[in-house]
């Protein structure tokens, strides 16, 4: 279960690799996300359940999950950049956005980020 605080969420290491995972997953959108979170208690409950879930909603096969090697590789390339990937709730996510229903479950931050945002 993720670290929660009155105010704010902490991912571990480990729950970011699994937050990342499931939202980068086939058929996971951020209402999704949100639900399967609220639903298992934690992403990697979430992503044990996904083939199950497929399966008895009638999909002729599982959907692609991330593997952990591409979650690593892509928090990895964030951090190279200088930039944090935040959950809501975590600080320094944008409080605009997470009051939305479908905020995202991850949001850049970080000077590379902000130089982007700038010149788009």
């Given at each position: 279960?993720?670290?929660?605080?009155?105010?704010?969420?902490?991912?571990?290491d480990a729950q970011r690799i699994d937050w990342l995972r499931?939202?980068?997953?086939?058929?996971?959108?951020?209402?999704?996300?949100?639900?399967?979170?609220?639903?298992?208690?934690?992403?990697?409950?979430?992503?044990?359940?996904?083939?199950d879930l497929a399966r008895r909603g009638g999909a002729a096969?599982?959907?692609?999950?991330?593997?952990?090697?591409?979650?690593?590789?892509?928090?990895?390339?964030?951090?190279?950049?200088?930039?944090?990937?935040?959950?809501?709730?975590?600080?320094?996510?944008?409080?605009?956005?997470?009051?939305?229903?479908?905020?995202?479950?991850?949001?850049?931050?970080?000077?590379?980020?902000?130089?982007?945002?700038?010149?788009?």
């Open positions: 279960m993720d670290i929660r605080t009155p105010s704010t969420t902490h991912l571990t499931l939202i980068r997953s086939d058929n996971v959108g951020p209402r999704t996300f949100r639900s399967l979170i609220n639903h298992f208690g934690s992403a990697r409950a979430a992503l044990e359940r996904l083939p096969r599982p959907g692609r999950i991330r593997s952990e090697d591409d979650a690593r590789a892509e928090l990895a390339a964030s951090q190279r950049l200088g930039v944090s990937l935040l959950a809501p709730d975590e600080a320094g996510y944008p409080p605009r956005l997470a009051v939305l229903d479908d905020a995202p479950a991850h949001s850049g931050e970080g000077d590379h980020a902000v130089r982007r945002m700038a010149t788009t």
